[in-house]
């Protein structure tokens, strides 16, 4: 079984996995439990934050749940961060269109050159904001690069400004990396 990390440890987790469950595009606790075929109410333990000593297959369960590699969980229980699964973004894409999209991997060279820089004076030096115009006429896919091969996406309404957009990544990066959320 897994140790039981401090309350603040469990807080920080619960927080965490309510963000990533949205970002995967799950609305509800009861849609992502029906799609993975994890137990409800192991999920719903997971994002209370009460502590709980979950056995370390169920720890991977949770893990799978939420489109991280093996051993994030545990990871953000002992301070560290969680890492995307390889697959997460291309299967959110393809199960909901419209939610948002994280990950810290590299893309073709092809996909970044058909996206366009937008000036963003707001922000730090060495950070990109990219618009891809492969979306479709009512959403556009907005980068924010912050170094070669870290980034965030959001897919969100072709008519936001860019304070709107820069305000969705900010909303987005808070319960990532509130550093980065607070640069923005």
């Known amino acids: 079984m897994s140790q039981v990390s401090s309350t603040e440890s469990w807080a920080r987790l619960a927080s965490m996995l309510k963000a990533r469950r949205v ?6 606790l009861a849609a992502l439990s029906r799609e993975t075929g994890v137990n409800y109410k192991t999920l719903q333990r997971a994002e209370r934050g009460a ?21 994030s969980i ?27 999209l994280s990950g810290h ?5 092809e996909f ?10 707001s922000l730090p030096v060495g950070w ?9 006429e009512e959403t556009v896919m907005w980068i924010l690069m912050f170094s ?14 860019q304070q ?7 909303d987005s990066l808070k319960y990532i990396d509130k550093e980065k959320a607070d640069l923005i």
């Open 51 to 71: 502590p709980h000593p979950f056995t370390q297959g169920t720890l991977y369960e949770i893990d799978r749940a939420y489109q991280y590699e093996a051993g």
């Open 112 to 121: 970044w050159e058909e996206s366009q820089e937008v000036p963003a004076a």
């Open 148 to 161: 070669p091969g870290t980034w965030t996406q959001l897919r969100l309404p072709a008519d936001y400004t």
């Open 105 to 109: 991997q590299f893309y073709e060279p």
């Open 23 to 28: 970002q995967v595009g799950y609305k509800s």
């Open 164 to 170: 709107q957009v820069l305000g969705a990544f900010r």
């Open 128 to 136: 990109a904001l990219l618009r891809n115009p492969m979306a479709d």
């Open 74 to 100: 545990q990871r953000i229980l002992d301070g560290g961060d969680p890492s995307p699964a390889q697959s997460s973004a291309d299967e959110q894409a393809s199960r909901d269109p419209d939610a948002s």
